[in-house]
Structures are given as structure tokens and as C-alpha cells.
């Protein structure tokens, strides 16, 4: 519904709340000109793809707190919305007991995550992808198990900040295409069980902190080429490195048909 520029429910103490009390999953698509829709306290999971900013507007603690109602949304959605350039504070803060996972794909003018992300006190995935204007990271939440990012061209390095992730089980980095090392500090992501690291072309090496991670299950690298010869199974000259890692997948194209 291109057209369709506003979503009202029904007027409950002078706020719109959605009429579908059962709904749990929302799905809003191609809806470039909607700016505003009602509170929906039941909904858990929201997926908003091309749609507008001001869609998020929703999420706000004082309309919650009118209503005498909790937010129950525990996963949230965000992609090809060409109009979000942050998460709004108020928004994070409005989910900050409620959210367990946040993805952003291809958001192309998004350069900030907000700053008050650490405030989002259950939040265990975070996945960031195609986003070419995203720089940094601030501060992450205690809770965090998974963060993936992807694809994010203005990012040419880690972000210091990953190694305050202490409860991260699951990284996954892709399309640092200039990236030539791992920062040491990753060795003191003590919890780390699985790396995932693809399309990384640029990068040499793995440092030995993160080799000799306690819990490190898995370690799964696809189409980074050097890493591919470095750490091929009994032909790599380094791959006694690794081979104490439970589940090791290596898979590089070029390798394979060299």
C-alpha cells in the first residue's frame, strides 16, 4: 500500500492503540508514506521493510505508561529504509526491558546506532548488514550473544567496543574488505563459542589469543582466501593451529579450484 499515509486504532486516553488485540507478529512492507501507526502492546515481533522513520515514533514510554500497558516486542526488524539515520533514544528506552533481537539490513543512510543501546537489558542477537554509512558501534548491552555485522563499508576495523561483549557466544564479521588483522583484544571474549568470518580478503592471519579462546566450538571462514591457504586442513602451514578446534569449515572457491 504505497499510498497509505497514516494507521489509526481506536483512541483509548487520548492515544491510538491498535484494534487486533491477538496480533503477535507484524509485517509492514512497501509502505514508503505511512509516518504514523497506534501503540501495539501485544505485538512481539515488528519487521519494517521500506517504510518510513517515523514508524518507530510508536515506541514511546509515555504512550505506554498512558495506557497503564508494557511493551511486549522482543524481536525488531528494520530494513531498506532509506529514512532511518539512528535509532531514537526514546524508542531504545521505551524497549529497553522487552527486546531480545534487533536487525538492521540495508539502511543505507544509517551512520549511528543509538548511544543508549547498552540500555537494552535483554538484548541477546544484534545483526547489522549493508549498511555502507555505519562507522561505529557504541556501547553494547551486557546481555548480548550474538552480534553479526556484515557488509557495513564504512567500517574498516573492529570496534573497540566488542571486547567490553563479555557474555558474546556467536561473532560473525563479512565484507571487511581492507581488514588485514584481528585485533588481539578479541582473545578476552572469553565466552566466544563460534567465529564466523567470510569474504574478508585482506585478511593474513588469526592472532593466537583468539586461537587459544577456552570455548571456542567453531570456527568457520568462507571466501577469505589467505586464511583459506594459511589454515587448510593438514595442507595449511598453519593449520596445527586449529586443528583442536571441534567444528573447523573452511571453504574459499579459489582454493578449491587451485
Given at each position: ?14 492515544r ?52 497503564g ?11 531498506s ?11 531504545v ?31 541477546k542477537?544484534?545483526?547489522i ?13 551486557d ?41 588481539k ?6 565466552s ?21 579462546l577456552?570455548?571456542l ?42
Open positions: 500500500m504505497p499510498n497509505l499515509k497514516i494507521w489509526e486504532g481506536h483512541v483509548v486516553d487520548g491510538h492503540i491498535s484494534s487486533f488485540s491477538c496480533l503477535v507478529s507484524l509485517v509492514i512492507e512497501y509502505c514508503p508514506m505511512l509516518t504514523a501507526m497506534p501503540c501495539l502492546p501485544v505485538v512481539q515481533n515488528l519487521h519494517i521493510r521500506e517504510g518510513h522513520a517515523m514508524l518507530l515514533n510508536a515506541y514511546n514510554e509515555r504512550n505506554y505508561e498512558m495506557l500497558t508494557e511493551v511486549c516486542l522482543k524481536t525488531l526488524s528494520i530494513s529504509c532509506k529514512d532511518v539515520v539512528s535509532l531514537p533514544r526514546e524508542v528506552s521505551c524497549l529497553s526491558t522487552s527486546l531480545q533481537e534487533l536487525k538492521i539490513d540495508n539502511c543505507e543512510n544509517l551512520t549511528s546506532l543509538s548511544d543508549g543501546l547498552r540500555c537494552l537489558t535483554v538484548l542477537k544484534l545483526e548488514s549493508n549498511c555502507s554509512q555505519l562507522a561505529s558501534l557504541p556501547l553494547l548491552p546481555a548480548l550473544q550474538l552480534l553479526s555485522i556484515q557488509n557495513c563499508e564504512m567500517m574498516s576495523f573492529l570496534p573497540e567496543v566488542l571486547q567490553q561483549a563479555a557474555s558474546l557466544q556467536e561473532l560473525e564479521i563479512g565484507g571487511f574488505f581492507t581488514l588485514a588483522v584481528l585485533p583484544w578479541l582473545g578476552n571474549l572469553t566466544l563459542k563460534e567465529l564466523h568470518i567470510w569474504n574478508c580478503p585482506s585478511l593474513m592471519r588469526l592472532p593466537e589469543e583468539v586461537l587459544h577456552p570455548r566450538e567453531k570456527l568457520y571462514i568462507y571466501e577469505c582466501l589467505q586464511l583459506a591457504r594459511r589454515y587448510e586442513k593438514d595442507k595449511g602451514e598453519d593449520w596445527d593451529l586449529i586443528s583442536h578446534i571441534a567444528d573447523v569449515e573452511i571453504v574459499s572457491l579459489k582454493v578449491l579450484e587451485g
